[in-house]
């Protein structure tokens, strides 16, 4: 539980700034500070007993089935890192509380430093590689927000896209790997996967699996070709540079290698990837450092430089060389996170970072030249600094190392990075001061204590290595190898060759180097140079306006295209289903036709026709399209259909009157926009899809149910069951009256929706008065059409009534009902006009919507009460002389529901219409 | 008999129905029984998910006769998921004055609640076609409320496209009706497999012309083309209403390639599956490259909820248990990343503040598939699931880095180039809620994998689905 | 006997709507077609009760009753959007 008790505290610690702000910067950093202090003693409490080689390990089950665990674990790898995320962490956060400006965001700062914290410490204690993936992703996301801190600055927005969009790439091909090395160990913790060994190397998922992960180590310790980041992440406040750039989260990469080492290391593959790798981001990123001018920037690539060392060391795959390795990112470290302080305490007291504008400070900043002094010389790797130490053996391993350019590139690259080291510690302090704007001096204590520390365990890790440091790398290499490690290291060897040997030279050649800078300096810049940057940003811009242009070309908002590409694929893949199965022959015999329904069959495809051809004449269309649903209506009477006839001939009626409302708004004829080719296009296919409806509707029309269908039980069932005469009632007011429930709310929404609409559109452009252009002859309420009306209306509700009552025995039933009510009340608006309906209406059109839901419903629950389903029926009959016996269903009441919803629906929306319709006051 | 599985669709109706009738005027009324329904939708799909598989038959009509409801894990979750989506929708919407912008908001609100709750519950095919309308037409009115031109123009699209998949509905189930005789899916479920080998075409018709009418409800490529202007002009909790409605497709697709066209039935011999992974693998790029495009936030956040139906389908496209078990998982997820996200869009239209900032970057992660959040847990179990499959895990993977890219650069110029901290804050409890309910799921990962894994099973050997719908059996 | 003349009756009111469907096409106004359409519902009224007489069926009496009772109703709506540019005022 500790472990995992650890790895939460600095998230924890995250939490405080929020609340401790208040109090002053000082309490927040001493908050947070007492949670890294916390973690780190609890890490020292376990250090006896990793001393004596054990491993520490917690579970705690998370996700099982998938084997993404809270397990965590801390041997002697684990032990090193976490003593310096946390030891440097406590470091930064004194550094940063003298460092940031008291306008800044602190509070915030400190947050983000924590979650970083703690997603550094989650990666190094993880025994579950999956949760490891967890911490490292999220190093990634914490590390977006730190370099992004100054977020007004377009340099650190940049940075911040682009340290993420490296990394998270590198994160996410590393969770593939990851996965496949889990799935080939039958694990994913550490436990299981390291002793697994040779069934991992044996698998041919080794090498993607070793790619990937190298792809996630390398993108995040900036590896050549993906160093380009850690450069432009320098855009954040030095104490993150400090930590995340040099100590910390660019290590992760390295600790992943050696994490990983006894089970991937060992390798052709390994070796020629991992070493290659190393030595040309060593050398080539030492080359580069040489020539920059910024501060902070020959920093960034000797970072890159000693990174790749320490890959290199790794990728050797020998002992001593992963030994050397572990070593090295100790004291590389101490001295590195030691200079990117002194650089900001430079920053700080002259307001720049250019070496250029620099020098001479060694007069007035005493301190930090002496702490440069130490810090620089152990980079560049001279004795008796614990870089050199480092150094050395790194020399030593590469010099036992065939090809000769290994031993070769190695001696180059240390000659570059004395060179460089020496670069920034002459031209910063020696020499003449130019005139600073503010005459510079050391900081505080605050400011330059953190890094005196460090300093002062560079040179006590130089001087008593094995004191010191030999029993952390002892364990450390001990866990990297999985073997005991006693590692031997002393300052002086005495005159040992060849690694001696190498390092004079590399400190003779870098005086030469240094000598010709000048010269070496014009040829740099006058160098093509390719920038990273500039091919990120390009890839960047390429990628996105791609995308763009893709997704703007397919999504351009155009309806036609997207029906048109539905169709198709209706049309392709229905083919396609049908033609590649057998289909058994229709067994239905084809009915006799004669002579008038065929003439009424050529009404009906005509007027379809010709309402097509004609679409542009809105008024002629519709006309048109009153006539398929005449033919259509007469169709459902001749098929005896006489429920279907009922409805659809007031359906219609109130369609019409509905579109006629409609096209008050719309132009009288719509534009023509569709080109010719388009035009055959869009034609064809809709001749093809109907061609494909058809042959569907045939195909099945001609051939009987493989299955008894169920329409038999609603027949012999009618009346017993459900009471009624009518079949088709029964149907929808009993067997299925749940989906006339459905349906009748989806009329009520349809008119509520037309409601609302209409409503948002009152006094904007569209609810323009109505074109009278085509005609204001005649009397907007002609006398006979009012008298006719109202004639009709009473007439129009008998017929509605009885059409409802007998519903259930004969055609009829509460939907047509509603209907007809529905049109005798449309009359009445059309006669008399919106106004004259409105002021005599009683009872609102909503009301009747909601009481037709409710009495639906209400018949539903109903029969809850006998303890029965919703909508279960229940049927008695009744005498009332002089009447014959009738019947008395609960489907009645259901029945009255679907009327009081029809009705209110069709009446709410034609009203809606016609006040929209009317002309606006004001206007 | 327990009336516990008809209520989540009529107590909305009723409720709604109660508005529409004496409440159109009064909006905290409205507000009032709105969060009563919902929060007893809530409660009694809390109640339900532990309920046994079981069925419910309307009328008291046997199945197949009548229509019947079944219950299972899967209509549970799904309940529970619209329920609690549909809290965290109505405290925004309250809380922003969203409902108050239009007429109907709650009526219309409570109508969505039962369409999708009558989908979710029906064992029929045609009924699924009526709750299909409901919350299509429901839906259609909460999209164009408050109203504006683009918010119209694109709302016509919305509903064009859909009453087209309609249609296509009813072409299936008349394709169905007229070859099996019967819509009850257990029934269909019983019957498919005893269809003589050389009379399948009809069935496979059938078969894909459903699949195609989920598919557009799902926004599968190439029928998403409603969704980016739909969801990018909806307002903000609409918009995240809508997050469970690709889910509508998406379930129906599950629930019809396991019950009704398993995998293994031999008139399809796995032509769902097979037409199925293609388009998941081209929604995952087209919702990816989207989401690199950008545009406005919301717009982008639609081409993210596209590219992670493409991953959630990826997922079913298996149809095996433990796929299956990972697609619900992620669909979870999904629907409320996707909810939070529009949320936190509808707040960052006025004020960009440090809090906004940090619930975009929260939710974000959680969309991009990033950890610590859910998207992270559900991107490792459908990768774990498809392990044999590079190219899925390719096509999942680098969607993730177009998604993350596209997000961050969108919250870089959002909050850190062009904050704004003028206009006056507003609630974050719905948007806040949201993200509690995707910190519990990630946090929650084990027992509620455990728990999909035995629905998943459930679903794989649907048994007892079809034995609660007691074929043919009348009380 | 009663067979022939049903038939014979049959054939004349279809006939009657091709005419119509000839005046439909040449008419020379537009409410030369509303008046085609309205006698197009009275021959389909004819059609459908003589159908029904000659199956000896009344089911769809019914149908032809409200098409006489609502048939108007478009014709109505279509002289008044014609006549004042919009059918309710």
Redesign the interface.
């Known amino acids: 539980m500790s472990l995992a008790l650890i790895a939460a505290l600095p998230f924890l610690g995250a939490l405080t700034p929020a609340l401790t702000q208040r109090f002053g910067r000082g309490i927040a950093t001493a908050t947070v500070a007492l949670f890294s202090a916390a973690a780190l003693l609890l890490i020292l409490q376990h250090v006896p007993a990793i001393m004596a080689g054990q491993t520490i390990t917690t579970q705690i089950n998370w996700l099982p089935t998938l084997g993404l665990n809270a397990n965590f674990r801390l041997d002697g790898l684990a032990l090193l890192f976490a003593l310096l995320i946390l030891g440097i962490g406590l470091l930064i956060q004194i550094y940063a509380r003298f460092y940031l400006d008291t306008s800044e965001p602190y509070a915030r700062f400190l947050t983000y430093l924590m979650l970083f914290q703690g997603a550094m410490l989650g990666i190094v204690l993880s025994d579950n590689i999956l949760l490891l993936l967890v911490f490292w992703e999220m190093t990634s996301l914490s590390s977006f927000l730190l370099i992004g801190f100054w977020s007004h600055l377009p340099k650190a927005r940049q940075g911040a896209r682009m340290a993420l969009a490296t990394t998270g790439a590198g994160g996410l091909a590393m969770i593939a790997g990851l996965l496949m090395l889990g799935h080939v160990a039958g694990g994913y913790d550490l436990s299981t996967i390291l002793g697994e060994r040779a069934a991992i190397q044996a698998s041919p998922l080794y090498v993607p699996a070793l790619l990937l992960i190298l792809l996630g180590a390398f993108t995040k310790s900036a590896q050549f070709p993906f160093h380009y980041w850690l450069p432009h992440a320098m855009a954040a406040p030095t104490p993150v540079s400090a930590y995340l750039h040099s100590a910390t989260m660019v290590k992760a990469g390295l600790f992943l290698l050696a994490r990983l080492w006894p089970v991937l290391a060992g390798t052709p593959e390994w070796f020629w990837i991992v070493t290659s790798a190393g030595l040309i981001t060593m050398s080539f990123a030492a080359g580069v450092a040489l020539f920059k001018d910024d501060l902070k920037a020959i920093l960034a690539y000797s970072t890159v430089s000693h990174l790749g060392l320490i890959t290199f060391l790794l990728g050797l795959g020998t002992k001593a060389a992963a030994t050397a390795a572990v070593f090295h990112i100790l004291c590389h470290a101490t001295f590195k996170a030691a200079l990117f302080m002194l650089a900001g305490i430079v920053d700080h007291a002259t307001h720049t970072r250019d070496i250029r504008a620099l020098g001479g400070l060694r007069r007035a900043m005493p301190i930090s030249f002496a702490l440069a002094s130490i810090a620089t010389l152990s980079m560049a790797g001279i004795p008796p600094l614990n870089g050199f130490l480092s150094k050395e053996m790194m020399l030593e391993e590469a010099a036992h190392t065939a090809p000769w350019v290994i031993p070769v590139l190695a001696t180059f690259a240390a000659l570059l990075s004395v060179a460089y080291a020496l670069r920034f510690l002459v031209y910063t302090f020696l020499g003449q001061a130019p005139a600073y704007a503010h005459a510079p001096h050391d900081p505080g204590a605050g400011l330059w204590l953190p890094p005196a520390i460090l300093a002062a365990l560079v040179v006590a890790i130089g001087l008593a290595p094995m004191a010191m440091a030999g029993w952390l790398v002892d364990a450390a290499a001990s866990a990297t190898t999985g073997e005991a490690v006693h590692a031997h290291i002393a300052l002086w060897h005495g005159l040992q060759p060849p690694a001696l040997w190498m390092s004079l030279a590399a400190v003779g050649g870098a005086l030469v180097v240094l000598g010709l800078y000048p010269a070496l300096r014009a040829a740099w810049d006058g160098a093509h140079k390719p920038d990273a940057k500039a091919m990120f940003d390009a890839g960047m811009g390429w990628l996105t306006k791609t995308a763009t242009a893709l997704t703007q070309g397919l999504h351009n908002g155009s309806l036609s295209r997207g029906f048109a590409v539905g169709l198709c694929s209706f049309l392709a893949l229905g083919l396609y289903a049908y033609l590649s199965a057998p289909t058994l022959p229709g067994t239905r015999a084809l009915t006799q036709i004669?002579?008038?329904p065929v003439?009424?069959f050529?009404?009906l495809m005509?007027a379809a026709l010709a309402a097509t051809a004609l679409h542009r004449k809105r008024?002629?269309a519709l006309?048109l399209t009153?006539?398929v649903g005449?033919?259509l209506?007469?169709s459902?009477?001749?098929l005896?259909a006489?429920d279907l006839?009922?409805t659809q001939?007031?359906v219609?009626?109130v369609t019409?009157?509905l579109m006629?409302?409609a096209?008050?708004f719309l132009p009288k004829t719509t534009p023509r926009k569709t080109a010719g080719f388009r035009k055959l296009r869009d034609g064809g296919l809709a001749v093809a899809v109907g061609t494909g409806v058809a042959a569907l509707a045939y195909t099945l029309m001609t051939r009987e149910a493989m299955f008894p269908p169920i329409s038999a039980f609603h027949l012999a069932q009618s009346l017993p069951g459900a009471g009624g005469h009518n079949a088709v009632n029964t149907i929808i007011v009993d067997f299925r009256g749940y989906d006339t429930y459905g349906e009748i709310i989806v009329l009520g929404i349809a008119a509520l929706l037309i409601f609302a609409l209409t409503e948002s559109l009152l006094g904007t452009r569209w609810a323009v008065q109505?074109?009278?252009?085509?005609?204001?002859?005649?009397d907007?309420?002609p006398v006979m059409?009012q008298t006719a009306t109202r004639l009709?209306l009473p007439?129009?509700m008998l017929?509605g009534v009885y059409?409802f009552l007998r519903g259930h025995n004969?055609?009829?039933g509460g939907f047509v009902a509603g209907l007809?009510f529905a049109?005798g009340l449309?009359?009445q608006?059309?006669a008399s006009?919106?106004d004259w309906a409105a002021a005599r209406r009683r009872i609102p059109y909503h009301a009747m919507i909601g009481a037709g839901v409710l009495v639906a419903s209400a018949t539903g629950i109903g029969s809850f009460l006998a303890g029965r389903p919703f909508l279960t029926s229940n049927f008695t009959h009744g005498h009332l002389p002089p009447l014959k016996d009738f019947e008395l269903a609960t489907a009645a009441l259901f029945d009255l529901g679907v009327f009081l919803c029809v009705l209110g629906a069709v009446m709410l929306a034609?009203d809606a219409l016609?006040r929209l319709?009317?002309p606006q006051e004001g206007r | 008999m327990s009336q516990l599985l008809i209520l989540p669709v009529i107590l909305p109706a009723a409720l709604a129905g109660f508005i529409i009738l004496f409440a159109r005027n009064a909006l905290a009324v409205q507000r009032a029984i709105s969060g009563f329904g919902t929060l007893a939708l809530l409660a009694l799909a809390i109640t339900l998910i532990q309920a046994p598989t079981q069925s419910y038959f309307l009328g008291n009509w046997p199945a197949p006769f009548g229509i019947a409801l079944t219950l299972d894990g899967l209509s549970a979750l799904m309940l529970l998921l619209t329920a609690s989506l549909a809290l965290i929708v109505l405290i925004h919407s309250i809380a922003t004055g969203w409902d108050a912008q239009g007429r109907h908001f709650h009526a219309l609100f409570l109508f969505q609640l039962m369409g999708l709750n009558g989908a979710f519950l029906t064992a029929d095919a045609f009924n699924l076609f009526v709750f299909f309308e409901v919350l299509l037409i429901a839906s259609y009115g909460l999209m164009v409320h408050g109203g504006g031109q683009a918010r119209i123009r694109a709302g016509v699209q919305y509903v064009a496209f859909n009453l087209l998949g309609s249609t296509l509905f009813l072409f299936a189930l008349a394709t169905i009706y007229s070859t099996m005789g019967t819509l009850n899916m257990a029934d269909l479920a019983q019957k498919l497999p005893l269809v003589g080998a050389d009379d399948t075409g009809l069935i496979r018709v059938a078969a894909v012309l459903l699949m195609l009418v989920f598919a557009i409800k799902a926004a599968l490529v190439p029928l998403q083309f409603w969704l980016p202007g739909t969801y990018a002009n909806a307002p903000g909790p609409v918009a995240a209403l809508f997050a469970v409605m690709t889910k509508v497709g998406a379930y129906a697709l599950i629930r019809f390639g396991t019950l009704v066209f398993p995998g293994d039935l031999p008139a399809l011999g796995g032509l769902l599956a097979g037409l199925l992974y293609p388009a998941a693998l081209a929604t995952i790029a087209v919702g990816a490259i989207g989401t690199l495009a950008a545009g406005a936030l919301p717009r982008q956040i639609a081409f993210a909820a596209i590219g992670s139906m493409g991953t959630l389908l990826l997922a079913v496209s298996a149809f095996t248990p433990e796929a299956v078990s990972a697609t619900l998982y992620y669909l979870i997820h999904s629907t409320l990343a996707t909810a939070a996200l529009f949320l936190i869009a509808d707040l960052a239209r006025t004020r960009r503040d440090g809090l906004t900032a940090a619930l975009y970057m929260a939710a974000a992660i959680a969309m991009a598939g990033m950890p610590p959040l859910s998207g992270f847990v559900g991107k490792l179990l459908v990768l774990d699931a498809l392990r044999s499959d590079p190219l899925a895990w390719t096509f999942i993977l680098l969607a993730s880095l177009l998604t993350m890219i596209g997000l961050a650069r969108q919250g870089s110029d959002l909050f850190w180039k062009a904050p704004n901290t003028e206009a006056p804050a507003q609630s974050k409890a719905g948007v806040l809620l949201c993200l509690a309910a995707l910190v519990a799921l990630t946090l929650a990962a084990g027992p509620i994998t455990g728990w999909l894994g035995q629905t998943a099973a459930a679903l794989d050997a649907p048994e007892a689905y079809i034995a609660a719908n007691r074929l043919g059996v009348a009380e | 006997m009663l067979t022939y003349a049903l038939t014979f009756a049959?054939?004349c009111?279809?006939?009657a709507?091709?005419l119509?469907?000839w005046r439909?096409a040449t008419a020379p106004t537009?409410p030369d077609?509303?008046l085609t359409?309205d006698t197009?519902?009275i021959n389909?009224i004819a059609?459908?009760v003589l159908?029904g007489a000659k199956a000896q069926?009344a089911?769809?009496f019914?149908?032809?009753?409200?098409?006489a009772?609502?048939?108007f109703?478009?014709t109505?709506?279509?002289c008044?959007?014609?006549?004042?540019?919009?059918?309710?005022?």
């Open positions: 004669s002579f008038a003439v009424a050529g009404l005509t008024l002629l006309l009153g006539i005449l033919i209506s007469a459902f009477a001749y005896s006489p006839a009922l001939i007031t219609e009626v019409i009157a006629l409302l096209l008050n109505p074109d009278h252009a085509a005609g204001d002859e005649g907007a309420h059409l009709i007439m129009a017929v059409l004969e055609p009829g007809v049109i449309v009359l608006y059309i006009g919106q034609l016609a319709a009317k | 049959i054939a009111f279809a006939l709507l091709i119509n469907l439909l537009m077609r509303i359409v197009m519902v389909i059609l459908i159908y069926s089911v769809s019914d149908a032809a009753l409200l098409l009772m609502t048939g109703v478009s109505v709506a279509f008044k959007f014609l006549l004042r540019g919009g059918i309710i005022e």
